[in-house]
């Protein structure tokens, strides 16, 4: 079945690095391919999205590529504040059946340090 | 932006006794609302999908008859889970689809969670 793996947490960095946070995944078919984030204490929200192939999805300074040729997707961002410190969930939806659900990769903890 | 509420955000009850937890979503339609369960450091797990008007749809291996979704408008779908135990302790996630939205790009807008702790 449809998959997502995303890189284990947690990444601890510096105020202004730059952030990379792998994910790919395994589908059939075409999937939508999302990115949510969760601060602490509230619920998830969508921080961004692509639908196709080589789109690029960003906000806030986050983006990330639909790699169809690598089955990626992966989170990036330049310079990273540490209002950016939460857990990133890659997920991809999964229109095969009725439920066009949500597959979830495992999360990853991100603590920005000044 | 799109709003989707639940109500308690959080509940202690003792066991055996049932706790009916609630979503709604605030300023849109959804037909189509998911129920979740997030263990601690882990990931999401769809529990099930809660259809207005007819009987949810619930993932391998959740008991429907521990579960109970009820989804009676386009705004409110409640789980409720019965003769609760400890090992029901988590935290509960549901999330709601705009029905304005076109399925291929399917945004589900995400509720706070309700944490339920069963002594």
């Known amino acids: 079945g449809d998959s997502v793996t995303q890189m284990e947490g947690p990444v601890t960095l510096s105020e202004e690095a730059f952030l990379t946070i792998n994910c790919t995944y395994t589908?059939?078919?075409?999937?939508?391919l999302f990115w949510y984030v969760q601060y602490p204490g509230e619920g998830l929200q969508l921080l961004l999205k692509?639908?196709?192939?080589?789109d690029k999805g960003s906000n806030k300074g986050f983006e990330a590529t639909y790699r169809k040729e690598t089955t990626s997707f992966h989170l990036e961002k330049g310079s990273v504040q540490v209002s950016d410190s939460a857990v990133y969930f890659c997920?991809?939806?999964?229109?095969?059946?009725?439920?066009?659900?949500?597959?979830f990769g495992t999360g990853t903890l991100l603590a920005v340090q000044p | 932006g799109a709003v989707v509420s639940q109500h308690p955000s959080w509940v202690i009850c003792k066991s055996g006794t049932s706790v009916k937890i609630e979503c709604r979503s605030l300023?849109?339609?959804?037909?189509?609302m998911f129920w979740y369960r997030q263990f601690p450091k882990q990931s999401l797990m769809l529990m099930a999908t809660?259809?207005?008007?007819?009987?949810?749809?619930?993932e391998q291996g959740v008991e429907k008859d521990k579960f109970l979704i009820n989804h009676a408008s386009l705004t409110l779908s409640t789980l409720t889970v019965t003769s609760a135990h400890p090992e029901d302790s988590s935290f509960y996630i549901c999330?709601?689809?705009?029905?304005?939205?076109?399925?291929?790009?399917?945004?589900?807008?995400f509720g706070p969670g309700t944490r339920l702790t069963v002594l």
């Open positions: 692509a639908t196709k192939a080589d």
């Open positions: 589908a059939t078919g075409y999937p939508s």
């Open positions: 999330s709601a689809r705009d029905d304005s939205g076109a399925i291929s790009t399917d945004t589900q807008y």
């Open positions: 997920a991809l939806g999964d229109y095969g059946g009725a439920t066009n659900k949500l597959i």
């Open positions: 300023d849109f339609q959804a037909t189509t």
């Open positions: 809660s259809n207005e008007g007819s009987k949810a749809t619930y």
